[in-house]
T-cell receptor, first 115, second 110 residues
Framework: GAGVSQSPSNKVTEKGKDVELRCDPI?????LYWYRQSLGQGLEFLIY????????KSGLPSDRFSAERTGGSVSTLTIQRTQQEDSAVYLC?????????????FGPGTRLLVL | DAKTTQPNSMESNEEEPVHLPCNHS???????IHWYRQLPSQGPEYVIH???SNVNNRMASLAIAEDRKSSTLILHRATLRDAAVYYC???????????FGTGTRLKVLA
């Protein structure tokens, strides 16, 4: 079946512009996660959605970052007034539900370059 | 958040077993131990997980210390396709976000 998809796969933008990154989770998955991975680094948690509950935004690095999940499915991560340090790969994952034994399925990521 | 520590890198010869260690001395009683790996230019993929008992699946085995303060991922016969960064992650009840460390970069020699 279809896995997690993300678009665009690559994005180049100028400093100060806003960008939107999209994630399509696996159908039926109620939990959705955003992470970012800077060059040569491990993944950094950003935000987590579970069903209709309020999202866990504890990982968002600044108020320039926001995310929404419409209809419990597709999610959009928005970065306003991008900075060069925002350059990274942004990864989305989904899981069937939240649980200690749930597997997170990751998408291929969006590679963002801020010039 | 519970932390894990892993060696930065390891090497293995093809067709030989590989033991990837992970220390998690602050683990709590209900934390699950998950392992993921990330192949070059891809998102992470699930490998295996466990709580207390050793676990086996088609990809690997997970050996968990009796005090649960460490675990070892075992690849029984490394292949070139197993070259990746391997992450050991603790999953805590109530907060299911993954806290990734720097992982272990496994190099497999032909």
């Amino acid at each position: 079946g279809a896995g997690v998809s993300q678009s665009p796969s690559n994005k180049v933008t100028e400093k100060g512009k806003d960008v939107e990154l999209r994630c399509d989770p696996i159908s039926g998955h109620t939990a959705l996660y955003w992470y970012r991975q800077s060059l040569g680094q491990g993944l950094e948690f950003l935000i987590y959605f579970q069903g209709n509950s309020a999202p866990d935004k504890s990982g968002l690095p600044s108020d320039r970052f926001s995310a929404e999940r419409t209809g419990g499915s597709v999610s959009t991560l928005t970065i306003q007034r991008t900075q060069q340090e925002d350059s990274a790969v942004y990864l989305c994952a989904s899981s069937l539900s939240s649980g200690l034994q749930e597997t997170q399925y990751f998408g291929p990521g969006t590679r963002l370059l801020v010039l | 958040d519970a932390k894990t520590t892993q060696p930065n890198s390891m090497e293995s010869n093809e067709e030989e077993p590989v033991h990837l260690p992970c220390n998690h001395s602050t683990i709590s009683g209900t934390d699950y131990i998950h392992w993921y790996r990330q192949l070059p230019s891809q998102g992470p993929e699930y490998v295996i997980h466990g709580l207390t008992s050793n676990v086996n699946n088609r990809m690997a085995s997970l050996a968990i210390a009796e005090d649960r303060k460490s675990s070892t991922l075992i690849l029984h016969r490394a292949t070139l396709r197993d070259a990746a960064v391997y992450y050991c992650i603790l999953v805590t009840s109530g907060t299911y976000k993954y806290i990734f460390g720097t992982g272990t970069r496994l190099k497999v020699l032909a």
